[in-house]
């Protein structure tokens, strides 16, 4: 599963590989890997943001 979401060392929207074993979000183009938040409030906003 990928999500579109603005990546801030990209500093563009790209696709982020959900590593849900790792709770983990990958960016596709810099591989840099940032954590869900811990909220899942705030981590579902990001999700659904990004789909709006
Ligand atoms: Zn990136």
Request: with cysteine; hydrophobic share 45%.
């Amino acid at each position: 599963m990928t999500i579109q979401m603005t990546c801030p060392w990209c500093e563009d929207e790209l696709a982020f590989l959900v590593d849900e074993a790792a709770d983990e979000l990958v960016c596709s183009g810099c591989a840099m890997r940032m954590q869900f938040a811990p909220d899942p409030e705030v981590t579902y906003g990001l999700l659904y943001a990004s789909a709006a």
